[in-house]
């Protein structure tokens, strides 16, 4: 039977008049990024989809907070050697 790793992510928009509608990465996994407001943004969710994509990992799930402009995705890939990757 296949087995699953799943990742979730959350990640908040924010930007200015310059660069509007950027997309930081918050959390991971429940953990929140250390520095995360210093971090590169993402231009886009896509963006950001497309460089899980890269490393092995497909989109589930995703869903848009109300609190405050963001949106938080589950990812899965193939589990493999018993080790589950924390990235």
């Known amino acids: 039977m296949r087995r699953w790793e799943y990742q979730s992510t959350l990640l908040v928009m924010g930007g200015n008049s310059v660069s509007p509608g950027r997309w930081w990465l918050r959390q991971m996994n429940e953990q929140e ?6 971090a590169e943004p993402f231009p886009s969710l896509a963006t950001y989809c497309n460089y899980m994509d890269e490393q092995g990992w497909e989109l589930i799930s995703i869903s848009y907070t109300h609190s405050y402009p963001g949106a938080s995705l589950l990812f899965k890939r193939p589990y493999t050697d018993g080790k589950i990757s924390k990235t």
């Open 33 to 38: 990024i250390p520095h995360w407001k210093k």
